[in-house]
């Protein structure tokens, strides 16, 4: 994840995570499940990418927890 352009880290801080280290680290604790998942095409940080984890880890989308498009 070094490699993340600061533009998209930008991008999603402002869209996302409000600078609250919470939100942050449930982010990037999901993104790390998707990159360690050998099964998974992705090998790192997308806009797409983050878009399906934010889908997931916003409850009041889905409020059973269940996501028809969910990264797992």
């Known amino acids: 994840m070094a490699d993340t352009d600061p533009q998209d880290l930008l991008w999603l801080d402002d869209n996302a995570c409000h600078g609250n280290f919470r939100n942050w ?3 990037t604790y999901h993104l790390q499940l998707i ?3 050998d099964e998974r095409p992705e090998t790192g940080f997308s806009r797409k990418l983050a878009r399906e984890i934010l889908t997931d880890m916003d409850r009041t989308t889905h409020p059973d927890g ?3 498009q969910g990264y797992l």
């Open 35 to 37: 990159v360690d998942d």
């Open 66 to 68: 269940e996501n028809p």
């Open 25 to 27: 680290t449930q982010f």
